[in-house]
Every structure is written in C-alpha cells, then in structure tokens.
C-alpha cells in the first residue's frame, strides 16, 4: 500500500523558514517522481515542486522558484522541501504526491500538474504571518 506521510508544517513569521517533510513507503521510490502541492481556501491546488527520482532532475513552479528547495534521503525513502524567505502568501495546506514515472518522455509540466499524480499524503499545514 502506497504511503504519503507529511511532516513539518506549522505557523512561522514572514521572512521565516520551514521544512517539510514526505516519508514515503509501499513503492519503489526510485522508480517515481515526487511532488510537493499547495492549495490555499479557495483556490486550486498548485505545483510547488517535484524531482524525477530516476535522474534527480527537479522542478519548480514559480512561486517557489529561489526560496524553496527539493531534497531527498534515499536511504530514508523521505523527500523535503525547504522552505525559506517565507511570505503570507505562503499560507496552504502542502501535499505530497507521488506517480510511477519513467526515466524520460515525460513531458515537463506534468511533474507539476496534480491531475498526473496517483497517490497523496494527507497534508500539513503552513501559515505565514505578516
């Protein structure tokens, strides 16, 4: 059985920092890409980033780009996001997310689309405040 646990969350000034982080279990983990998601009341869920684990290749969505960072520990089946210069904005429930994926042909917006993930953790929430 597919696990997604989230970790991490919490309530944090602007300009603070966070890490999350997705204990994964029940896959083949290096056979997988990994996501991080937002979704903020009332609006869509949103790519934060995700790491093709065949190759490490990663990927960010905008909003993240040069604040958050996407890492793993092989060993420990576990990616985490760092999350630094933090702004209200910020403030959403983060999943992490996980589909089968091949080593290449996968086009690159899928690994921030969340209609291509099959498996989901329950969420941890993130609040920022100004």
């Known amino acids: 059985e597919v696990q997604l646990v989230e970790s991490g969350g919490g309530s944090v000034q602007a300009g603070g920092s966070l890490r999350l982080s997705c204990a994964a279990s029940g896959f083949t983990f290096d056979d997988h890409a990994i996501a991080w998601f937002r979704q903020a009341p009332g609006k869509e869920r949103e790519g934060v980033s995700s790491i093709n684990m065949h190759d490490g290749t990663t990927y960010y969505g905008d909003s993240a780009r040069g604040r958050f960072t996407i890492s793993t520990d092989n060993a420990k089946a576990t990616v985490y996001l760092q999350m630094d210069s933090l702004k209200p904005e910020d403030t959403a429930v983060y999943y992490c997310?996980?589909?089968?994926?091949?080593?290449?042909?996968?086009?690159?917006?899928?690994?921030?689309?969340?209609?291509?993930?099959?498996?989901w953790g329950q969420g941890t929430q993130v609040s920022v405040s100004s």
């Open positions: 997310a996980a589909q089968r994926a091949p080593p290449r042909g996968v086009s690159w917006y899928l690994f921030l689309s969340p209609r291509w993930y099959d498996s």
